[in-house]
Every structure is written in C-alpha cells, then in structure tokens.
Antibody
C-alpha cells in the first residue's frame, strides 16, 4: 500500500519561500510510471493542481504558478519536494502531495495534507 | 486554464439517485477521456472514486458511475447513503496539466 506524507513548516512569512517535502512509502519513486504531484486547497475552496515531477527529474507546472514554483526529487530518500517563492496570504492553503498515473492521468494516492499559513 | 464548472450543491434522500455535472472545454474534458472524480469528507484528503470517465478503482462501490458527453462529464450516485455526504470534485487532464472543478457539496437529507 503506497503512502504519502507531507512535512514542513506550517507558518511562513510573506515574501519568503514555502518549502514542503513528501515522503513516499510502500512504493519507489524510481520505478517510473507515475507523476509525483503537488495539489493545494485554499480554505473552504476547491483543488488546484500545482505541478508534478517524474522520477527522471522532468517537471511541469501550472502556468499560473510557474514563475514561483520548483519541484525536485530525491530518489535516494524516496522523497519529492515543493518550493513556492514570494508567498503572500493568497498562498495560505492545505497542500497535498499525490501520485498520478502517467498512463491513466488520475491521482490514486494522496497524502493527508498539511496546512500552510502565510502570515507575519 | 479555468476551473471546470460544477454545481455548488446537490441533495437527495437516502435511496435516491443524484447526478453531478462537470463542464469544461474542448481543451480539457472534450479532448480527453481522462476525467476523474474525487470524494472528500471534511478534514480528509480526496479519495479517487472514478477515473477515465467511467472506471471504478477497486473497493469503490458500484453505486458510483461516471459518463461524459462532449465537454460535460457527470457523476451519478445511486442508492444514496448517509456516508455519501461529502464534497465531490471532478478533474480533467488538459495536456501535461490537470484542471479541477470547483467542487459540489452533496447533502443526504
């Protein structure tokens, strides 16, 4: 059973960089076949896809966030990470990491989510 | 990349059937048979209910079904149960990216 777990600071100051890590267990990022994704949910709102990384390191980002987003992978630790720069209060959200089937394009496993609040 | 359009809320009585619509464009829903649906209970992570428009993952009740016509996808839940009360989100592949719907709150009366 694949499990994903987000970790990182729950409070970030405006203009700083939000950094989160997703640790994957029960499966290897290096095995291929999946896009390792970040998705966020603003309080009381819908879901927003942020971007993904493939085990090879190739990435694709939501065009609306592209200038501020970096997703990286550490296959030796079976982890992938999100960095979102120049954050504002509008980036306050629950951030989820999720696995996406590269063939069927759906998110089959999700982390529990972590709330990140942007405030001074 | 605009969000897919879903009704804000739907409701039904136990045992009844409801349908949630999800309208996109020819760049997402209309172009790919890669629509998925997610159920989210309060404070929980989304759970995959339907993928590739109409396929159910192992363990998901056959009371859940999906379909698509043109730029609109639909999720139908038959034999409503109290445990089905949750938020539901559609999602479509849009060519190297994904777009979600705004979500629909299902109330079981």
């Amino acid at each position: 059973q694949v499990q994903l777990q987000e970790s990182g600071p729950g409070l970030v100051k405006p203009s700083q960089t939000l950094s989160l890590t997703c640790t994957v267990s029960g499966g290897s990022i290096s095995s291929g076949g999946y896009y390792w994704s970040w998705i966020r949910q603003h309080p009381g709102k819908g879901l927003e896809w942020i971007g993904y990384i493939y085990y090879s390191g190739s990435t694709y980002y939501n065009p609306s966030l592209k200038s501020r987003v970096t997703i990286s992978v550490d296959t030796s630790k079976n982890q992938f990470s999100l960095k979102l720069s120049s954050v504002t209060a509008a980036d306050t959200a629950v951030y989820y990491c999720a696995r996406c089937s590269a063939r069927y394009e759906h998110f089959d496993y999700w982390g529990q989510g972590t709330l990140v609040t942007v405030s001074s | 990349q605009s969000a897919l359009t879903q009704p804000a809320s739907v409701s039904g009585s136990p045992g009844q059937s409801i349908t949630i619509s999800c309208t996109g464009t020819s760049s997402d829903v209309g172009s790919y048979n890669l629509v998925s649906w997610y159920q989210q209970h309060p404070g929980k992570a989304p759970k995959l209910m339907i993928y590739e428009v109409s396929k159910r993952p192992s363990g998901v009740s056959n009371r859940f079904s999906g379909s698509k016509s043109g730029n609109t996808a639909s999720l139908t839940i038959s034999g409503l149960q109290a445990e089905d009360e949750a938020d539901y989100y559609c999602c479509s592949y849009a060519g190297s990216s994904w777009v979600f719907g705004g979500g629909t709150k299902l109330t079981v009366l």
